[in-house]
């Protein structure tokens, strides 16, 4: 695998394998190491000079979710569910941006699976006040859009509202604020 690197932190740091330990990256600008492995009497452990967020996505075998794939299978791990290419591994509801708003905001999620959902507004009272989305979904990340509106269309008050993403036996809540 081979990756570039970018972001605020621009430089890796080195580390080299000890006792039993594995070189298993190296910086391609200084051939230096930058990760290593070691696995000791059933014990695995992976450590990385690099911020895995700054790698810069390749094409097959150097993607993201290819390095992490590796890296699961050293701790006897599946990598169903590793983040890319549409997979993502946990149920998340991100904050709405903007925040605050006015008049319309976007909600991102992700779902983990597919399954049934729903994302609903809620003002500070707990009464829902607009369903934003309701079904099936499939695996990977969505978006909504609110545009302060009830239910019925009629625009909302200024003030604090509740965006609650539902799925299964899971529940998420973040804060937004409508300002006008």
Same mark, same amino acid.
């Given at each position: 695998?081979?990756?570039?690197?970018?972001?605020?932190?621009?430089?890796?740091?080195? @580390?080299?394998?000890?006792?039993?330990?594995?070189?298993?990256?190296?910086?391609?600008?200084?051939?230096?190491?930058?990760?290593?492995?070691?696995?000791?009497?059933?014990?695995?452990?992976?450590?990385?000079?690099?911020?895995?967020?700054?790698? @810069?996505?390749?094409?097959?075998?150097?993607?993201?979710?290819?390095?992490?794939?590796?890296?699961?299978?050293?701790?006897?791990?599946?990598?169903?569910?590793?983040?890319?290419?549409?997979?993502?591994?946990?149920?998340?509801?991100?904050?709405?941006?903007?925040?605050?708003?006015?008049?319309?905001?976007?909600?991102?999620?992700?779902?983990?699976?597919?399954?049934?959902?729903?994302?609903?507004?809620?003002?500070?009272?707990?009464?829902? @006040?607009?369903?934003?989305?309701?079904?099936?979904?499939?695996?990977?990340?969505?978006?909504?859009?609110?545009?302060?509106?009830?239910?019925?269309?009629?625009?909302?008050?200024?003030?604090?509202?509740?965006?609650?993403?539902?799925?299964?036996?899971?529940?998420?809540?973040?804060?937004?604020?409508?300002?006008?």
């Amino acid at each position: 695998m081979s990756f570039s690197y970018t972001g605020g932190n621009s430089y890796i740091d080195h @580390v080299a394998a000890t006792g039993g330990g594995t070189l298993i990256f190296t910086n391609p600008s200084d051939s230096r190491g930058c990760g290593v492995a070691n696995e000791v009497r059933g014990y695995a452990t992976v450590g990385c000079a690099f911020e895995f967020g700054g790698l @810069v996505d390749g094409t097959s075998p150097s993607t993201k979710a290819d390095l992490m794939s590796e890296i699961l299978g050293l701790f006897g791990l599946s990598s169903s569910g590793v983040p890319g290419d549409g997979i993502v591994s946990r149920f998340v509801l991100e904050q709405n941006r903007p925040n605050p708003f006015n008049p319309t905001t976007t909600i991102a999620f992700e779902l983990p699976s597919r399954g049934d959902i729903e994302l609903g507004v809620y003002n500070a009272a707990g009464r829902l @006040v607009a369903t934003l989305s309701r079904g099936a979904l499939p695996a990977g990340r969505h978006t909504a859009t609110w545009n302060g509106c009830d239910g019925s269309g009629a625009p909302v008050a200024s003030g604090v509202y509740f965006f609650r993403l539902t799925s299964g036996h899971e529940s998420v809540m973040r804060k937004g604020v409508l300002l006008k």
